[in-house]
């Protein structure tokens, strides 16, 4: 079955410290693997995706995500956080719009930043 | 450039009375269009899919229907509200120009009382 496992639930970090999200997958195809950043009452930002290529991604805000195909991971991470960061992360995959698929979500991880 | 346009962005209604949420893309032709749920301390949901006009995939039974009438028009609809159907929707799109990315509205609150 196709999925996504988000294992934390809600993370604490200091501010400045760094930040590791981490997200497993189960999907048959290859898959197009995405992180996106929810406020509350908002909807959902991208910060960044994977199709294909290089393995290390780069996102907006200063984050990043390192697509580990041996380890069906897609973990973001960030050297240092800051308070505005403080949201709800969500990872996903799909199969492409030619799929005609949508997106599964994880079921997000809650991030606090503390001064 | 796209935008996604999402309608009414809150609602209050009552048990048992209908729903109407809209959902409108500028910008492109022929996308995909989605329905998500995101109930309190929940992750999102998919409800409904649709690849065209009149095509609509349903993912989880409810008590809810979506319906596409135009290319770039998405609206989810209820009859008979129910408590359970409380929480924020959110609609989505992606198509040949965003490049297999979903992109989101800013989502709409309901809460049935």
């Known amino acids: 079955a196709q999925s996504v496992t988000q294992p934390d639930i809600h993370i604490t970090v200091s501010e400045g410290a760094s930040l590791e999200l981490r997200c497993n997958y189960s999907?048959?195809?290859?898959?197009?693997l995405f992180w996106y950043v929810q406020s509350p009452g908002q909807g959902l930002q991208l910060l960044l995706k994977?199709?294909?290529?290089?393995?290390l991604v780069q996102g907006i805000k200063g984050f990043e995500a390192e697509f580990k195909r041996s380890q069906s991971s897609f973990n973001l991470r960030k050297p240092s956080v800051h308070w505005s960061d403080a949201a709800e992360y969500f990872c996903?995959?799909?199969?492409?719009?030619?799929?005609?698929?949508?997106?599964?979500f994880g079921k997000g991880t809650t991030l606090s930043v503390s001064s | 450039s796209q935008t996604i346009h999402q309608w009414p962005a809150t609602l209050v209604q009552p048990v048992g009375s209908p729903l109407s949420l809209e959902c409108t893309v500028e910008?492109?032709?022929?996308?995909?269009l989605y329905w998500y749920r995101q109930a309190a301390g929940r992750g999102l949901q998919l409800l409904f899919y649709?690849?065209?006009?009149?095509?609509i995939s349903s993912e989880v039974p409810q008590n809810l229907s979506a319906s596409r009438p135009q290319d770039r028009q998405f609206i989810l609809s209820s009859k008979k509200l129910l408590l359970s159907d409380s929480g924020f929707y959110l609609c989505?799109?992606?198509?040949?120009?965003?490049?297999?990315?979903?992109?989101f509205g800013e989502g709409s609150w309901l809460t049935v009382v």
């Open positions: 649709s690849v065209g006009i009149g095509q």
């Open positions: 910008g492109t032709s022929n996308p995909n």
């Open positions: 994977y199709f294909s290529g290089d393995t």
């Open positions: 996903a995959v799909g199969a492409g719009i030619q799929a005609g698929t949508a997106l599964i």
């Open positions: 999907y048959g195809a290859t898959p197009y």
């Open positions: 989505a799109w992606t198509s040949w120009i965003s490049g297999n990315t979903i992109y």
